[in-house]
Each structure stands twice: as C-alpha cells, then as structure tokens.
C-alpha cells in the first residue's frame, strides 16, 4: 500500500508540471525526481530486500554520476552539452538530482523487461532499450526549459533541434552497461508479477503522461511521436502483457 500512495504522489506531482514555470517548475523536477528515486529504491528494498536495494542504487545512481562527470568533462559518450544552476547543487558541474533520475526509471525497466522475457541477454537488451527510450521524452523537455543545453545540436531526429543524435545513442550504450551490471549483481532475478505491480503502473503512466504532456501541455509534438515509438517498444508489449493475463 505504501508503494501505491508514494505512486500517487509521484502522479500527483508530475500533473504539476505545465501548471507552473520558473523556479517553481525547477524545483519541482527535483522534488519528481526523488519521488521516483526513493519510489525505485523502496520497492526495489520490499521485494528483493535491502542489499538488492543498495546494489540497485550503487549501479545506477554511482554509475550515472560517473557517466555523467565523464560525459560533461570529455563530451563521451553523450556528446558535448552543460548543465546550468536551474537544477540545484552541482559536483564535478553534474547537479546531483540528475544520477537519481538514472535510478528512477532503470529500476521499473528492468522490472518490466523480466515480465517480458526470461532470457537473460534479452533481458538486458530490453531494459536498456526501455531505459533509454525514455530519453526521447526526457531531453527535449529539459532542453526546452534550459535545465542542461548542447553545444554540438547536429545530426539531430526530425522535428527535435537542439539535440544531436549522439546523445541518444550515448544513452543505449549507457543503459547496456548499467543493466548488465544490475544482472550480474543481481542474479536471475525473476519477475514476481503481484509485487511488481507498481512499477508496471510507474513504467506504463511515465510512457502515457509522456505522450500527453508532450504532445497536448508542453507544445513539443514531435518529441511526443519519437518518445511514443521508441519507449512503445517495451511500454505496448508490456500493457499487452498485462491485459491478457
């Protein structure tokens, strides 16, 4: 019941999003954000308990930070971009809100990914596409609010200036090392398909809100129609999944 209320808040607090601007809507990404974090890491502590929990914030919460100072420094493996101060503090010019986010959503893809196959390869493969389809929404939202920019914006998907290719490639790499570090630390980790529940409902209200936000609140449709298809990947088969059981 916890996870389901910690759920709603989360909701709740991403329904706020168009509804404000400036620094209240700066600072709601932050509050969102732990939402998600801590969501991820409670549920990850409940069913598969606290070294699980740990594990999972080690890998993807120390790994993302790491990834991100290297991206920032060295503009690999994302491409040559900065953060500006909207964010909160920084460490190495990362925000440290911005590693936590890593965590919220790698946890319910890599939840949803065992609902969807056993084999462990194809495990990893479908996470990582689930995590990293995410930032085809993720991106040009932020972008467009001035939270991070790009300095090189070139090649970039039609219809999404501002954000070169690179960066989406970047994340699929990042999000294969991330989730075959989680297998390795985790074991086989089946899915359990009752205790699982919320982050099905995390994953699939991301991809849907997503869609709306993008295509209806925030003007940014062509961002709506990349993110619909690259997280669908994961995001339809799941819901269908789900449906006929």
């Not at 809507?25 to 929990?53: E, K, M, N, Q, Y």
């Not at 040009?140 to 070139?154: A, D, E, F, I, K």
């Not at 994340?171 to 086989?188: E, F, I, K, P, T």
């Not at 359990?192 to 295509?215: E, F, K």
Request: with cysteine; net charge positive.
């Amino acid at each position: 019941m916890k996870l389901w209320i910690g759920l709603a808040a989360l909701v709740l607090a991403e329904i706020g999003y168009p509804l404000t601007e400036g620094r209240a809507r700066a600072a709601l990404v932050v509050v969102t954000v732990c939402l998600g974090f801590l969501l991820s890491i409670a549920h990850a502590a409940a069913t598969r308990g606290p070294r699980a929990a740990g594990l999972l914030a080690l890998v993807t919460a120390g790994g993302g930070f790491a990834v991100e100072a290297a991206g920032r420094a060295t503009g690999y493996p994302f491409g040559d971009y900065d953060y500006t101060g909207a964010l909160g503090p920084r460490l190495l010019g990362v925000p440290l809100v911005i590693p936590l986010a890593w965590t919220w959503m790698a946890w319910p893809a890599w939840v949803a990914a065992a609902r969807l196959t056993s084999r462990p390869v194809a495990r990893i493969a479908v996470a990582a596409v689930g995590l990293a389809a995410w930032d085809l929404f993720l991106d040009p939202q932020m972008v467009s609010q001035g939270y991070w920019l790009w300095r090189t914006t070139t090649p970039a998907l039609p219809g999404v200036d501002g954000i070169p290719l690179t960066n989406y490639l970047g994340w699929l790499a990042v999000a294969l090392a991330l989730m075959a570090l989680l297998r390795l630390a985790l074991g086989d980790d089946p899915a359990r398909p009752g205790a699982d529940a919320p982050m099905y409902a995390m994953y699939l209200w991301t991809y849907t809100s997503s869609i709306l936000a993008h295509g209806i609140f925030l003007g940014l449709p062509a961002s709506a129609a990349w993110g619909a298809a690259g997280m669908g990947l994961v995001a339809i088969p799941l819901a269908v999944r789900l449906w006929r059981r």
